[in-house]
């Protein structure tokens, strides 16, 4: 089969042939219709997460149909369309999993960094790390929302937000374009926020109520007229960008990160006790969560803005992801 695969920390895509692998007991072979480029994948690329070993395959937003099942799986069949997320597979056996955490999983297996992914033509993962893709949903759009799309989804509906509550979405990228539109699906008074006027169209169309242009006002301030924020879905991976809106929260108000930075935030304990704030941050889910950001986007018509190319122009394709070139997300198609 062909693939895409990192063959040293820094150094570009190679195009290799490999053998098409066979699932073991408990794991299912996918033939990959789709898989998006996400910019967690320069941990692969740059040889930047702890345990990775080169070379490797990488891809965690991954559509496509079972081709074969091992021996042990159960309720999958050849034709059946899956996808496959960041969470690739968990133990069943430590602490978090017996509570049913599978994403707090100790030995939790990241698809295309603990094993190889979906820049390929088949990848094999373990039962428990797929989702059903309804039909409504495209190979190319459903892939995605396999990674940007339940991280947004299913971090909104683990909030205190209820409907009619106001909701802010600050970025409009990747995560962000999706995090409006399921924050207006969800019932809740949206406000975008992004730095400068260019966004504010496509917010709109995308089901903002309202937007923010962070450069021209004061985030915090234009929070607070509109009443101030229930949750505030951080997307831009900028600390100064969440700083700047935890005084934009309302009474028992949540920032929530979904953006990885690795800069500290600058936050006083005052900021939050009186108002009865918290700042936290949410880790995508996992296949279950996977497949319920699915059938509620089929559901509720959600789609990703995207770009497809063929897997072979791997590099092309992530060069437009990594310099935030892509409007919003990157799809390989093989
Ligand atoms: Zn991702
Ligand atoms: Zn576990």
Redesign the pocket.
Known sequence: MKAMQIQEAGGDFQAVELPIPEPGLNEVRVAVEACGI?H?DAFVKEGLWPELELPRVPG??VAGRVDAVGDAVVGYEPGDRVGVG?HGGHCFHCEACRDGDFIACENATVCGISYDGGYAEYLVAPQEALARIPDALDAADAAPLL?AGITTYNALRNTGAQPGDLVAVEGVGGLGHLGIQYARRMGFHVVALSRGPDKEELARELGAHDYIDTRAQNPAEALQALGGARVILETAPSAEAATAVVDGLGRSGELVLVGASQEPMQVSAMQLIMARRSISGWPSGDASDSQDTLDFSALADITPRIETYPLEEANEAYERMITNAARFRVVLEP
């Open positions: 996400c967690s965690h937003e960041w990674c």
